[in-house]
């Protein structure tokens, strides 16, 4: 059965589901880094990283799970880099950002060479799309495991922000540094390990582009979408449940050129694929403000001031 | 008090001398801080080059000899050097107002493309002319690109490190869709290009030399904001607002003017690299323009520290170690990406050296010292 022009929504409804997993990884994980009070622009970086160790690791040993996993440790390393280096006095945590940036991707580009031309074990899928009869439904309803464990994640920081010592150490910690010194908690010790955790979170998010979706390993694999989740994480408003539907949003949009393409229209293939990055700069320009500080936005965080 | 013999003397005979070597002083901690950064970064990285199997002698030897061994090595380093002297000012100048503006590479691809689209309309017209008409709409159209930037931060509240590396995807994604559609040459098969500006608009090569004119729009650029930010109004009042914006608005500056002026500046610098890359080495736009030289003069300005002169011997560092990669490659049979991994190395290093301004007592005005 051909679904025509039909196909465009399912295309981004299955698209959101799944391009949003990486998204997911990354807003959850600098949403994690934000609420204790630094930013982490090198997520991007992290992404990359990821995205090559964990393509490289299911290449050399067969298992892509054990991919995940090495990918979620490089990411943790890098994202510890960041923390030790940030906890320095007078070293600017947005210019680390773009350092790490640049260091992610160069490593993964340099220890990646090898790994561009040959095929690794991906991860598998779960159909859920199965009693449909069209061959388009039923691949917008393949769901990946790791977006259903991206989900229960965003459920289980939600609670835990609220609801745990540790979550409101963290919280206290990004709203006010004074106040978390003053009950006797290392400020930076907080931070170092939120945003180790958050690099963690965001290696895994690199790993599920090379292992899933798109599934090969390329040096232009990642375009940007770790800086975008860095902006979703502002518009979801520090709200790990709001990150969830906003990767979702993201995730359409990612898919819009695509869809498009599959029906025919090509003229303005760049200009679709675009969308994402207009998306997200109108979301910051609509949800932004020069006056007052946002809602929910941790006190200490400087991307806010 | 201390046990310090300059404390001593009669206060009116020091103040001189004494201004003089803080001056000194400052200068000594600005040059020797971000050298012995970059030195422990060469060792790191050399220790990184040991881990996977190569001799870091080697490969520092060859980026020598790809660099600045010979003069063709420096005329490439140069060339190299040209563009990213320019993008390393459009994220320089609005550091002065404080701001971390990292999307010169977007300003520099549409300052490029609308300095071709100018130069094929102008054919025919005199050189000088239409270099000059290039050279002013690709400024205009990268300082409009980045003083956006800047208006979104300042009316708006958008962080502009974020916002400005959105605008670099959503250029590079404009420019793909023109320059593969309404401009594109339908002459050019493989490469899709706009059309030529032909041979006569091309900007030449300084005599002597086989370096193109870009390098000394870059030097005179350089040297312009130095003056600039050093030595007038406007750049004090930058200064000020880079500083503290607070003190700036009860001083009465127009903190949202000076903004989009600092922002408009550095993306016109970036937009003329564009314009330098088309007119004196490409002849058209097309996707080499896409080289990642904006992001090259993040790094670069945060090693010279934002200071518009340190720019230059930085850029032509950074543009050495790219001329040597060619030879990395054949040589050591390293990656492309080699380079990236000592760009990424050197760039976390010098931010984590931040933290040594005014750790060293030998850097510090005496009358501090106790």
């Known amino acids: 059965m051909d679904l025509g022009w039909w196909g465009v929504p399912v295309a981004v409804l299955g698209g959101a589901i799944r391009v949003s997993t990486p998204f997911l990884f990354v807003s959850l994980g600098e949403c994690l880094t934000e609420k204790s009070g630094r930013i982490n622009l090198g997520l991007e970086g992290i992404l990359v990283m990821g995205a090559m160790s964990g393509y490289g690791v299911s290449y050399l040993t067969g298992s892509p799970w054990l991919g995940v996993l090495v990918a979620g440790i490089a990411g943790l390393s890098l994202g510890l880099l960041h923390g030790l280096i940030c906890s320095l006095p007078r070293v600017n945590d947005i210019a680390v950002g773009i350092g790490l940036m640049l260091l992610g991707t160069g490593l993964a580009f340099f220890l990646g060479k090898p790994f561009v031309q040959p095929k690794a074990p991906t991860l598998p899928a779960i159909h859920l799309g199965d009693w449909a009869s069209s061959p388009q439904v039923q691949s917008a309803l393949q769901i990946n495991v790791l977006f259903i464990i991206g989900a229960a994640l965003a459920l289980a920081l939600s609670w835990a922000f609220r609801n745990t010592r540790w979550g409101l150490v963290v919280r206290m910690v990004g709203d006010s540094s004074d106040a978390a010194r003053a009950m006797g908690y290392n400020v930076n010790q907080v931070r170092v390990l939120a945003t180790a955790a958050g690099g963690f979170l965001a290696g895994v998010g690199g790993s599920f582009l090379s292992l899933y979706y798109p599934g090969s390993w390329n040096e232009g694999l990642s375009s940007g979408q770790g800086l975008m989740a860095v902006a979703l994480v502002i518009f979801a408003r520090w709200q790990p449940l709001y990150c969830f539907y906003a990767a979702l949003l993201f995730g359409g949009a990612g898919a819009l050129g695509p869809a498009l393409q599959s029906v025919g229209i090509t003229s303005g293939y760049y200009l679709f694929n675009a969308t994402p990055y207009l998306l997200t700069l109108a979301i910051m320009i609509a949800t932004c403000s020069p006056s007052r500080n946002l809602a929910g936005a941790p006190g200490e965080l400087s991307v806010t001031r | ?370």
Request: proline content about 5%; glycine content about 12%.
């Open chain 2, 1 to 370: 008090m201390p046990a310090d013999g300059a404390m001593t003397l009669p206060a009116g005979s020091a103040v001189a001398p004494a201004f003089t070597g803080h001056r000194l002083r400052r200068a000594a901690e600005a040059f020797v801080i971000p050298f012995g950064a970059l030195v422990v970064a060469m060792i790191l990285f050399g220790i990184f080059m040991a881990l996977i199997g190569k001799n870091p002698l080697d490969v520092y030897t060859l980026i020598y000899k790809g660099g600045f061994s010979s003069g063709f090595a420096w005329q490439n380093t140069l060339q190299r050097a040209a563009p990213v002297i320019l993008t390393a000012l459009c994220v320089a100048l609005p550091a002065q107002a404080g701001l971390i503006i990292i999307g010169g590479e977007g300003a520099l691809v549409l300052g490029g493309l609308a300095a071709a689209v100018v130069g094929h309309a102008a054919a025919g017209a005199s050189p000088l002319v239409a270099q000059v008409a290039m050279a002013l709409i690709a400024m205009i159209v990268g300082g409009t690109w980045i003083a956006f930037a800047g208006a979104l931060r300042h009316y708006r509240g958008v962080n502009e490190t974020i916002s400005s590396l959105l605008l670099t995807y959503i250029a590079i994604a404009l420019f793909n869709h023109l320059v593969e559609g309404p401009l594109r040459d339908p002459g050019s098969l493989n490469k899709p290009s706009t059309q030529p500006i032909g041979d006569a608009l091309m900007v030449g090569h300084i005599p002597g030399m086989d370096v193109h004119w870009g390098l000394v729009y870059g030097l005179v650029f350089c040297a312009a904001c130095y003056v600039l930010v050093r030595y007038t109004v406007l750049g004090f009042a930058l200064r000020i607002v880079g500083g503290n914006v607070r003190a700036a608005r009860l001083a009465g500056l127009r903190v949202g003017g000076l903004v989009l002026v600092s922002c408009f500046l550095g993306g016109s610098a970036a937009g003329l690299a564009g314009m330098v890359e088309v007119a004196a080495v490409h002849g058209n736009a097309n996707a080499s323009l896409i080289a990642g030289y904006g992001y090259a003069g993040i790094l670069v300005s945060f090693i010279a520290r934002h200071n518009p002169l340190a720019v230059i011997p930085v850029a032509i560092l950074v543009g050495g170690i790219g001329a040597s990669n060619g030879l990395l490659q054949r040589r050591l049979d390293l990656p492309d990406a080699t380079v990236l991994v000592l760009q990424g190395i050197a760039f976390m290093v010098i931010l984590a050296a931040e933290t040594l301004y005014g750790r060293f007592r030998i850097f510090q005005p005496r009358e501090q010292q106790k």
